[in-house]
Each structure stands twice: as structure tokens, then as C-alpha cells.
């Protein structure tokens, strides 16, 4: 009798190489053996050994967030595919692409109490683009076309619209090869994939959003987390309709001579947020990570949402417009019909930036010890161009989106999709495969969360690591103020990082210079930057508090 289950492995690893597939996540496991062993046999593909399944996921994850493309994501069946979970929310929720391959028993060793068996049909839920289970693989007439098919529509399905996880359950009877001739299963000619799919942009007429533009001067261009637009075509926009740019510093358009990044302070100015509250808003990404300003551009404001996947981006109810295209190609052709008109909002608007910046920097730079705001300000001016940072949920993206100067060159990333801290130390690992240079700003908390994540990491990477000894963001929030603050919220661990991150294979140091980010490494580095949880509340509201100052004046 022929191999079919090692015939049906390798094809699968073709088609998804003809699919543009490059890297692969495995945890070990003997039921996933024949794809592990067709992964790691495939010499077109790099394989990754990640043993906790959870930030094996995760891994996996950062790959698809850095390149776009689905990483292949495999392990045994029963609770190690429970363990993928986390990551597949994150994945739906953040259109991130990922192939998640969980190995299954048969369906006669199932509910009969066979081991490491459990229902995997539907693991995941809603939170997959696509589901299939094609059974143990068999020598069928025909078997070989429907296995690449599947394989091909996997990828497809991975890509979108809109992007996101898709879920294999394979289950094996055999789980090494029997030394039999393979079950035939030929691929296209000239390496082609078995169903090729063109994705074409998805394009909306210009002439009634550039109506509405001309019809409202005093207008915002807000760009959230996931925006995916050039920045230059957002500056060219902002020029022609006189609209100043609430980035968002996720949005990727924090750049430029048009962006405002300063709208968390301004906006907590009474005055001028009541001045300056726009006629119309068009926004790119998802909400702005600030409540603040989430807050003010309320439905009284009319609200148009871009959107390429018609996603409702809209948790406060406020957009009275949405338009399913690719934002970046609307934008430019609107502003190809704009006129570049002279705009006394804009420049009020970039004056009140450029007063903030001017006292936010100087709270910065004259604190007595390191803080929140501070350290991310430094960290995403201090990296090169071409670098990528990825920070975590919680306070470090919030002192980012509060602190960070507008600047070009950078990549910012970030789990935003579920806005959890878990696997974030896998996910910056999984963007640093392509070798650039990665950084990766986080929490303690976040950072002990997946400190599995760095065994056997083979890639290099930076971590900074705010180490305020539990959960800062906390003391910005009520429960600050409760008797079981400290047990409940506050959760100090009292952990000496350093040693940890250490223990785990990292070059680890305690220190107060960043300077250092420049330095090129060979693996994995983390720099603990000490901070005062009490002070540094005290330091961001001394940030509000010079900038009200300065705009009363």
C-alpha cells in the first residue's frame, strides 16, 4: 500500500512554498510528526522550534504582523492546540495572516477516552477565516489534487479580505513514513500554486469625499492603529485640504509636517479642546489608543470610517459614514481634486503642536529619574531608520502615543487587535525574523508574562523592559485608590529581571542609558530600565500640567 499521510504532509508543505510561505513554527509533538517532519525537510522553509505552545503562537503571530505573510503554525492535538488560542483571538481581531495546523487522532479514537484526544472541530470558533478537517489522509483517486487544493485555499484564505487565521485540523493515523512509494500528488507546472488569487485594491470615486472636504475646512484626518497608508500620501492630503493628522503613533503616519502628536495633552486643555472641535473627521485605523481624545470626537461630530475590509472600527457609535476601500489610493485621489487652500485651522492646529512638544520635551528631559513617557520617547527617537518597534499593551503604548515625536523611518508595531500583554516577547522574536533591526518596549509584567518565549530564540532582538515592579497602568486608573490595591492590582513581584531574562538565555543589564540601542548584537538582549511606580504618575501629570500652562499663556 502507498505512503498517503507522508505524500499528503509534503504536498501541503509545496503548495503553501508556491503560496510565498517562508517559515514555519513547530512544538514538538508525536501525533504532528508527519508535518513537522515535511516542514523540517522542505529546505525552502525555516523552521523554528518554539516548546510552549502559547508562545509558539504567538511566534508564529509576530512572523505574519512583520512580513504580511502566514507562518505555518504546528503542534500535536489535545491541549497544545487549546494553547494557540490566545494568539488566533489576536490574529482575528488584528487581520494578522496565520496557517494553524493542529495534528489530531482519528475520528475512531475520538470520545472514547483516548489520550491527549479532545474535540478540536471548530477550536477556535468565530475567530477563523476559514475551517477544515479533510480526515486521515488516503490512497484515493484523485487524493493528491484535493490536498494542494485545500493547502492553496488555506494560504488564500489567510490573505483575506480581510486577513486573518485560518485553521487546519489534520488528523494521522500513521505518523511516520512507511518506506512505501509516496501516493502521487503533482503540483501545477513551473511551480505555480494549485489556485492562484489576485487580490486587486478596492477603490471608491474620490469626487463626494473630496466634496465633503472642500465643504469642511475645519476638518481632522484622524489615523489610528492598522491606518496602512503611506505616509507621504497623508502629508500630500493634509497639505491639499488644510486638514491637520491626529496620528496615532501605531498609525504608522506619525511623520511629516502635518501630524500632531501632542493631541492627548492639548485636548486636556479645556479651552482649546473646545476651540478647536472640528466640522467634519475622516479616520483611517482603528480608535486612537487615547480615551481623551476617543472622548471628544464624539457623535456630534460628523465621523466618516475608511475601512478596505469593511470592518466597524467604531466602538463609540459615532461614525455617521463608512466607505469600504483601500485608504491609501481614496486619499490620493482626493487630494488630486483638492485645491491646496491657505488654512488658518491647520496652522493654529501645528503652532499648538509645536508649543506642546516644546513643554512635553522639557518635562522629559529635566525629570530626575527615568518614567514611562520618557523612556518610550527616547527608545523610538534613539532607534535608526529601518528599524522596527513593537511595544506592548497597557501604559508603554499609552506613554507612546503621549510621548513620541513625529519622525520617518520607523516601523511601530503592536498587539492591538485584542490589546493583551500575553506573548508579546514571542511576537517581537517572530517580527525580528527577517533580521532588521527590532526592538521590543514593554512592561515587567508583560515581560515575565512570556519569558518562555525566549527559550531558544533564534533571532536577535532588543527588549527594554520598564520595570516598575508590577502593574503601572493601574495607578493611573480608580482602583488606585483601594485598600487592596497592591494585592490586586498593583502586583509587585519583586523579581530581579536581569537574573531572569539571564536564566533564559539573554544578555540582560539594569540601566538608565538607552544610548546603547544603537550597539549591534548577536541575540537576544534586554535592557531594565528601573522606574518609580508613585513618581512617574506624578511626572505624566506634571506633562498635563506644563502643557495647560503653556497654552493659558
Given at each position: ?294 472622548a471628544w470626537l464624539d457623535a456630534g461630530i460628523p465621523q466618516v470610517l475608511i475601512d478596505p475590509d469593511g470592518v466597524w472600527l467604531d466602538p463609540n457609535r459615532s461614525a455617521s459614514e463608512r466607505i469600504v476601500a483601500d485608504a491609501e489610493p481614496l486619499l490620493s485621489a482626493v487630494t488630486a481634486l483638492l485645491d491646496s487652500p491657505a488654512s488658518d485651522w491647520s496652522t493654529a492646529w501645528l503652532a499648538a503642536e509645536q508649543q506642546a512638544r516644546t513643554a512635553i ?193
Amino acid at each position: 500500500m502507498r505512503d498517503a499521510t507522508t505524500a499528503f504532509a509534503i504536498a501541503l508543505v509545496d503548495e503553501w512554498v508556491r503560496a510565498g510561505v517562508t517559515d514555519a513554527v513547530v512544538s514538538p509533538g508525536s501525533r504532528s510528526a508527519p508535518l513537522a517532519l515535511a516542514l523540517s525537510r522542505d529546505a525552502r522553509i525555516r523552521v523554528h522550534v518554539v516548546l510552549d505552545e502559547r508562545s509558539a503562537a504567538f511566534r508564529a503571530l509576530g512572523i505574519g504582523l512583520g512580513t504580511g505573510r502566514p507562518a505555518v503554525l504546528c503542534c500535536t492535538s489535545g491541549t497544545a492546540a487549546v494553547n494557540f488560542h490566545p494568539a488566533v483571538v489576536e490574529a482575528h481581531h488584528a487581520r494578522v495572516p496565520l496557517l494553524v495546523c493542529t495534528a489530531d487522532r482519528p475520528p475512531e479514537l475520538r470520545d472514547t477516552g483516548a489520550g491527549q484526544t479532545i474535540d478540536q472541530t471548530h477550536l477556535y470558533g468565530t475567530s477563523v477565516r476559514w475551517f477544515v478537517d479533510p480526515g486521515p489522509p488516503t490512497d484515493e483517486p484523485g487524493a493528491g489534487a484535493v490536498w494542494r487544493a485545500i493547502a492553496s485555499r488555506a494560504v488564500a484564505e489567510t490573505l483575506g479580505s480581510p486577513k486573518g487565521p485560518v485553521h487546519l485540523n489534520l488528523p494521522f493515523r500513521v505518523l511516520l513514513p512507511t518506506g512505501a512509494p509516496l501516493v502521487d500528488a503533482p503540483g501545477r507546472a513551473d511551480g505555480r500554486p494549485w489556485t492562484a488569487t489576485v487580490a486587486a485594491p478596492r477603490i471608491a470615486d474620490p469626487h463626494a469625499p473630496a466634496e465633503l472636504v472642500r465643504a469642511y475646512p475645519r476638518g481632522l484626518l484622524v489615523a489610528g492603529w492598522g491606518a496602512h497608508v503611506d505616509p507621504i500620501v497623508v502629508d500630500r492630503f493634509a497639505a491639499a485640504s488644510g486638514w491637520p493628522v491626529l496620528a496615532d503613533a501605531l498609525s504608522g503616519v506619525r511623520t511629516g509636517a502635518h501630524a500632531i502628536s501632542t493631541y492627548e495633552a492639548l485636548l486636556r486643555v479645556p479651552e482649546f479642546a473646545d476651540e478647536h472641535r472640528p466640522d467634519l473627521v475622516v479616520r483611517i485605523g482603528a480608535p486612537l489608543t487615547s480615551k481623551v481624545a476617543n472622548a471628544w470626537l464624539d457623535a456630534g461630530i460628523p465621523q466618516v470610517l475608511i475601512d478596505p475590509d469593511g470592518v466597524w472600527l467604531d466602538p463609540n457609535r459615532s461614525a455617521s459614514e463608512r466607505i469600504v476601500a483601500d485608504a491609501e489610493p481614496l486619499l490620493s485621489a482626493v487630494t488630486a481634486l483638492l485645491d491646496s487652500p491657505a488654512s488658518d485651522w491647520s496652522t493654529a492646529w501645528l503652532a499648538a503642536e509645536q508649543q506642546a512638544r516644546t513643554a512635553i520635551d522639557r518635562v522629559l528631559d529635566t525629570a530626575p529619574e527615568p518614567f514611562e513617557g520618557a523612556v518610550a520617547r527616547d527608545v523610538a527617537g534613539a532607534l535608526p531608520d529601518g528599524a522596527t518597534l513593537v511595544v506592548a499593551s497597557s501604559l508603554p503604548v499609552r506613554a507612546l502615543e503621549w510621548c513620541m515625536a513625529p519622525r520617518s523611518g520607523l516601523r511601530v508595531l503592536a498587539n492591538r487587535g485584542a490589546n493583551g500583554i500575553d506573548g508579546f516577547v514571542s511576537t517581537v522574536l517572530g517580527v525580528a525574523n527577517d533580521g532588521g533591526p527590532t526592538v521590543g518596549l514593554c512592561g515587567d509584567l508583560c515581560f515575565l508574562h512570556d519569558i518562555n518565549g525566549l527559550l531558544g530564540a533564534d533571532v536577535s532582538a532588543t527588549f527594554v523592559v520598564v520595570d516598575n515592579d508590577g502593574g503601572g497602568i493601574f495607578s493611573f486608573l480608580p482602583q488606585h485608590g483601594l485598600a487592596e490595591f497592591e494585592e490586586l492590582f498593583g502586583t509587585p513581584h519583586g523579581l530581579d529581571l536581569v537574573a531572569v531574562a539571564r536564566a533564559h538565555g539573554a544578555q540582560a543589564e539594569r540601566t538608565t542609558d538607552l544610548s546603547t540601542l544603537h550597539d549591534s548584537h548577536e541575540g537576544v538582549r534586554v535592557l531594565v530600565v528601573p522606574v518609580d511606580r508613585e513618581k512617574s504618575v506624578a511626572h505624566h501629570r506634571t506633562l498635563w500640567s506644563a502643557v495647560t500652562t503653556g497654552m493659558r499663556r
